[in-house]
């Protein structure tokens, strides 16, 4: 029977550990394809990609002395370029070509990110067409990607859990239990936090740029597991400890009460003796 719970705690442990990493990885992806950290972690990037896709640099400076005399006289410029609506603060505008494009390109993300597609997150790669009308790669930097990262988040944390649940039952020593759990949140944790900076050492290729925007959250992300991990793995050391402590003084008093009770017998026979003790009457001399 203890042969069979090791097995299965082992097994468990093994799943709760590959259910652990998957938690890494999507939280790491939703973290990272949320709009905020998208737009400020990624937009130089993302900004890259799109120029090449979508070469509107050419267009903005054909058309800026054109914002420029519009702008005069009203605060925004509106404009459509491949499939596109810019709407362009003219205080923007004024700034230059370079901030012009840069509002432009941003335009662009914001569409794209919440944008309607038209297929489920899986689906679409078997629609990817870079043609204006169909489905480009760009739906993978969408609210449909972080919402689908997000699920399979929430699917691995349940797991997770009940994988917890099933080691708190066959594991003997309930006190191990935390410290077994920090390391292994520790263990699944490191590959994941220099993980940008080796995707940094191949910036010069596109495709190590587009993964970098998927990942740019991996630091901030692993940082969280290890603190977790480390406070799991110090409420662990701090339970042994006391258990310890808890030990040691119930073995004292189980010295002292062993003490007294070889101690007692003594006492009660000296008690017996002087109360069963003759007491002789003195002779009355005259």
């Known amino acids: 029977m203890g042969a069979i719970r090791g097995i299965l705690l082992v097994f468990v442990i093994v799943l709760f550990f590959l259910s652990i990493i998957s938690v890494n990885i999507f939280w790491t992806l939703s973290s990272s394809l949320e709009y905020n950290n998208l737009q400020k972690e990624s937009t130089i990037i993302i900004k890259d ?5 979508i070469n509107i ?3 903005v400076q054909e058309i800026y002395p054109v914002i420029q005399s519009y702008c005069q006289n009203n605060s925004n410029y509106v ?6 609506t810019f ?15 840069d509002a432009s390109l941003e335009n662009i993300i914001h569409n794209t990110y919440y944008a309607n597609y038209d297929c489920n997150f899986l689906d679409c790669f078997n629609e990817i067409d870079l043609e204006p009308e169909g489905v480009t790669p760009l739906f993978l930097i969408s609210e449909k990607a972080y919402s689908y990262w997000a699920d399979n988040l929430y699917i691995s944390l349940l797991l997770a859990f009940i994988f917890l649940i099933l080691i708190f039952f ?13 390391i292994l949140l520790i263990i ?5 936090i220099k993980l940008l900076s080796l995707l940094s050492i191949f910036s010069d290729k596109m495709l190590f740029k587009l993964l970098s925007i998927f990942f740019s959250q991996s630091y901030a992300v692993s940082v969280k597991i290890i603190i977790i991990g480390v406070v799991l793995l110090a409420a662990g050391i701090v339970l042994k400890i006391f258990k ?19 101690e007692k017998p003594k006492e009660e026979k000296k008690e017996t003796k002087v109360e069963g003790k003759k007491i002789k009457k003195k002779p009355k001399y005259k």
Do not use: R, W
Request: aromatic residues 10%; proline residues 3%; contains cysteine.
């Open 57 to 59: 640099s050419n267009h």
């Open 87 to 101: 709407d362009i603060d003219c205080s923007v505008a004024a700034q230059g070509t370079d901030a012009l494009i």
């Open 188 to 192: 699944s944790a490191l590959p994941f």
């Open 170 to 182: 066959l594991i003997e020593k309930k006190t191990s239990m935390p410290i077994l759990v920090g």
């Open 244 to 262: 310890v402590g808890f030990s040691i003084s119930h073995l004292i008093s189980k010295f002292k009460n062993k003490k007294e009770d070889k």
């Open 49 to 53: 990609f799109l120029q090449k896709d």
């Open 79 to 84: 404009f459509n370029f491949e499939g596109n």
